[in-house]
């Protein structure tokens, strides 16, 4: 397996952004608070930086105001020349670029975390590109260990020779943490807390790693994207019918073929017409009604990550 490089040095430049979406509530009130009390984020041999990734779409509660801005952080974005017609979501890359990246340069930060909530039945879900990306998979497998009962399913969300496009693709190593159902403006105390724990046991494994911990290789389960699904429409556009019941809720759940995925208003069920099994994700997701995706098509594999080399311990850093 081709793997992205792994570090060999202590990660010094730690972040966590919320509010990438700005009506993604569990994100938004973790950086706003840790903004203003950021101790909590401390470790001996590092400091992460809290970041309000949207501050506009945050004040709004909106998931962005012109651009989705997880969607922003393409080259084509990044490298053009502002032009006061920009939309803000592609200044606000560009800015955000700036202070975590350059994206693929050696001054980018080391890690960047990244919270988001979906409105989707996705329980607690780990957002990685590929994988390639050794240091994520050693991360996310320390979590499936730390907490089995959360079931922390890891999604691949890079398709195959895509240019990654989200906020931690500009560090050297991210993550995204995707917790739900929640809907969309609301916060739920118990995925607020979920992701509080969540967000200190990442920055525990990367102190692990700091101080010279041993992560031996392992075999990983994992999915990734294989094609997406559109509500049934009309001649118009409009929907035809809906997720149907047996299908909504069930995400990362086997979908035979011939299995219901449509109600349609008409009263009759769409049945799923694909040769094999899928494991359907982000299923009647809200924020994906305007990309014309009722949910998105994974197929279920499993790779060997290879061990991380074991740094020396790290000394705290100079006060």
């Known amino acids: 397996m081709c793997s992205l490089p792994v570090p060999r040095e202590p990660l010094r430049r730690v972040a966590v952004t919320g509010g990438t979406h700005g009506n993604e509530m569990s994100g938004v009130y973790l950086a706003r608070h840790w903004l203003q009390a950021p101790a909590e984020l401390q470790r001996l041999s590092f400091s992460a930086v809290p970041v309000?990734?949207?501050?506009?779409?945050?004040?709004?509660?909106?998931?962005?105001?012109?651009?989705?801005?997880?969607?922003?952080?393409?080259?084509?974005?990044?490298?053009?020349?502002?032009?006061?017609?920009?939309?803000?979501?592609?200044?606000?890359?560009?800015?955000?670029?700036?202070?975590?990246?350059?994206?693929?340069?050696?001054?980018?930060?080391?890690?960047?975390?990244?919270?988001?909530?979906t409105t989707a039945n996705m329980g607690t879900c780990l957002i990685a590109k590929?994988?390639?990306?050794?240091?994520?998979?050693?991360?996310?497998?320390?979590?499936q260990l730390q907490y089995p009962e959360l079931s922390c399913q890891v999604f691949l969300c890079q398709w195959s020779g895509e240019e990654s496009y989200n906020l931690d693709s500009v560090a050297?190593?991210?993550?995204?943490?995707?917790?739900?159902?929640?809907?969309?403006?609301?916060?739920?105390?118990?995925?607020?807390?979920?992701?509080?724990?969540?967000?200190?046991?990442?920055?525990?494994?990367?102190?692990?790693?700091?101080?010279?911990?041993?992560?031996?290789?392992?075999?990983?389960?994992?999915?990734?994207?294989?094609?997406?699904?559109?509500?049934?429409?009309?001649?118009?556009?409009?929907?035809?019918?809906?997720?149907?019941?047996?299908?909504q809720d069930r995400d990362f759940q086997p979908l035979?073929?011939?299995?219901?995925?449509?109600?349609?208003?008409?009263?009759?069920?769409?049945?799923y017409d694909g040769e094999s099994t899928v494991y359907p994700v982000f299923i009647n997701e809200a924020a994906y009604y305007e990309k014309g995706i009722a949910f998105v098509q994974t197929e279920k594999f499993t790779f060997t990550v290879p061990a991380m080399p074991v740094l020396n311990p790290a000394p705290s850093p100079a006060s």
Do not use: W
């Open 130 to 143: 590929s994988s390639h990306e050794v240091f994520a998979m050693h991360l996310c497998r320390h979590l």
């Open 172 to 247: 050297k190593n991210g993550l995204a943490l995707e917790l739900g159902p929640q809907p969309q403006g609301v916060l739920r105390a118990d995925i607020f807390s979920r992701m509080r724990t969540l967000v200190a046991t990442v920055l525990d494994f990367i102190e692990l790693f700091n101080q010279g911990t041993a992560f031996p290789a392992f075999e990983m389960e994992a999915y990734r994207p294989v094609g997406v699904m559109d509500f049934p429409r009309t001649d118009a556009g409009n929907l035809a019918g809906t997720v149907h019941p047996q299908l």
């Open 256 to 271: 035979q073929p011939g299995a219901p995925i449509f109600q349609m208003f008409s009263g009759e069920d769409l049945l």
């Open 52 to 117: 309000l990734a949207n501050p506009a779409a945050t004040a709004a509660c909106r998931r962005y105001v012109d651009h989705d801005l997880n969607r922003a952080f393409t080259s084509s974005f990044l490298n053009s020349r502002p032009t006061p017609d920009d939309p803000y979501e592609v200044t606000r890359a560009r800015e955000l670029n700036q202070l975590l990246g350059p994206k693929a340069s050696g001054r980018a930060f080391d890690f960047v975390l990244d919270l988001h909530n």
